[in-house]
């Protein structure tokens, strides 16, 4: 079956890749990557919209491919967003951090979440997920959504707390991020064999009240620290999280 490609964001540059090997161009072969819906030839049998989310609506109210499969990948984005454009919409939503810097992902192990709008699209977008990698699931709007806000606490909530601890220790010397690599590994190591709430540890969970007013003096006090009031306000309110549960 052929595919043809619109969007160039970080999700298109590492999955036009993984579409690209071998397993799957035996099935499936990429005949288009364009950034311009308009110039999407019109004899492919599967369209992907590797878009952001907002350019997904603006795509579905003028992109017309009637009995095409057409599919987003987007978490948030519902799958009645692009019913007017196919009577064969779906959702191929990988569920990973991409960013255009990182080394390419081996979607092996990549959870790959599937919504079609009938049997005959969902078979067609399963099994193409299937090539890619071997945890496939079928997951509607609602709870996709579900799992898109998750990853936004476990992901992009958690990586701001990472720019957070760099920022902690930019006047250390010889101290940066790879200081806290093996911590944060052995974090998410731990999570495979314990339930996250059995894994918590720190001050807050000891409810060690004298380490935790030092860390807000700490935040209070360096000049680095202290123009952002913001990271003791955070402090404060993931300590009575940990605390309250």
């Known amino acids: 079956m052929k595919i043809a490609i619109t969007g160039n964001g970080n999700v298109a540059y590492h999955l036009i890749p993984a579409l690209r090997q071998k397993n799957v161009r035996d099935a499936y072969e ?49 799958l009645k967003a692009i019913s007017a454009v196919s009577s064969n919409v779906g959702v191929f939503y990988p569920v990973q951090t991409f960013s255009k810097d990182a080394e390419l992902i081996n979607f092996e192990n990549v959870p790959i979440c599937i919504e079609a ?29 579900k799992i898109h806000l998750a990853c936004t606490f476990a992901n992009n909530f ?3 707390l990472y720019s ?43 409810n060690d009240t004298v380490t935790i007013e030092k860390h807000l003096q700490i935040l209070q006090s360096e000049p680095h620290l202290k123009n952002v009031p913001q990271l003791q306000e955070l402090y404060r309110l993931f300590t009575e999280i940990i605390r309250n549960r």
């Open 30 to 78: 990429v005949v288009q990557i364009t950034t311009n819906a308009d110039s999407l030839v019109p004899d492919a049998d599967i369209y992907l919209l590797l878009v952001p989310d907002g350019a997904i609506y603006e795509l579905a109210e003028t992109l017309r491919l009637p009995n095409k499969i057409i599919a987003h990948a987007s978490g948030a984005t519902p």
């Open 117 to 145: 709008s009938n049997e005959k699209t969902e078979k067609v977008l399963a099994n193409l997920a299937r090539l890619l990698s071997r945890s496939v699931h079928k997951i509607n709007s609602e709870n996709r959504a």
């Open 158 to 160: 958690t990586n701001a």
């Open 164 to 206: 957070i601890s760099e920022k902690i220790l930019q006047e250390i010397p010889q101290a940066d991020i790879s200081l806290l690599l093996p911590i944060i590994e052995q974090t998410a190591r731990k999570i495979k064999t314990v339930k996250p709430i059995k894994a918590q540890t720190g001050a807050a969970m000891r």
